[in-house]
């Protein structure tokens, strides 16, 4: 079982999701130096959040699946000074980023009243996602053994549809299976992932889905075909409270200009 990290009520929570980083420094998508803006979110985060007690960073931190990317991820983000857990999109490599950083990549993580599940969705070779049965079946007990605490649970794929036409052939794709977990699991609070580039806030019988901007570029909301917008990148913020209410919010890196060159190497 994982050793609880200690935190006082209610727990403060920083999402950091799709920041594509590459080995080069200067590598970028449409223009945009994904070193930069990753930069420029931590910048933001560290203005606006005096405590984070646990950092959840949810895919696709690399575009190449470099060692040297996932180096910088995580250099980079050392400087908010929180417990770190990672989880693969599906630009990542799952090996190299367990090589470099072991102690990030674990499924369970226990800290005050609260169960943090990180689920791997993510397919070797494919833009989609799927829980395989050792997944869900390390969910499984993972929610079975919870004692009492409240759960979030935390995937890259889109496990709903959030009214993309062009993403839904490329979220979760056994959602239900996920779906009826949550349904028969009562302790689970909230579902929160990437993948989409852009914030998402639903409650469904209870349970809150959460997704979360880009570090780097951004998709735009109720778009039928691949669309990205110069919305400036961002990060979410949780607050999760020892009854299990949740506050949540999405901030944007105000100081970085977006400036994209859609005849550059695109996403």
């Not at 609880?4 to 998508?29: C, K, M, N, R, Y």
């Not at 409270?241 to 901030?251: K, L, S």
């Amino acid at each position: 079982m994982p050793q609880p990290l200690a935190s006082p009520s209610p727990i403060h929570v920083v999402q950091l999701t799709d920041a594509h980083l590459f080995a080069d420094p200067a590598g970028t998508l449409l223009g945009l130096n994904t070193r930069d803006s990753l930069t420029h979110v931590i910048g933001q985060v560290r203005r606006e959040q005096s405590r984070i007690d646990l950092l959840l960073c949810t895919g696709d931190l690399s575009q190449d699946a470099s060692s040297a990317s996932y180096e910088a991820f995580r250099d980079l983000t050392a400087v908010l000074g929180a417990p770190s857990r990672w989880l693969p999109g599906n630009h990542d490599e799952a090996l190299a980023m367990n090589q470099v950083a072991p102690e990030l990549v674990q499924a369970v993580t226990d800290i005050g009243a609260w169960r943090v599940v990180m689920l791997d969705s993510a397919v070797v070779g494919a833009t989609f996602g799927w829980l395989a049965d050792e997944q869900l079946a390390a969910l499984d007990q993972a929610l079975a053994t919870a004692d009492g605490r409240h759960c979030l649970l935390c995937c890259h794929h889109q496990p709903v549809d959030i009214g993309c036409a062009w993403m839904a052939p490329i979220g979760l794709r056994n959602a239900d299976a996920l779906l009826a977990r949550v349904g028969t699991y009562p302790q689970v609070k909230a579902v929160l992932w990437g993948h989409v580039h852009q914030p998402w806030d639903q409650l469904r019988q209870g349970v809150r889905y959460l997704a979360t901007p880009s570090t780097c570029i951004q998709f735009t909301p109720g778009s039928e075909d691949f669309k990205v917008s110069e919305e400036q990148p961002g990060y979410r913020w949780l607050r999760l409270h020892e009854d299990g209410q949740i506050e949540t919010g999405v901030e944007r890196a105000r100081d970085f200009v977006v400036t994209l060159d859609f005849d550059s190497p695109g996403y």
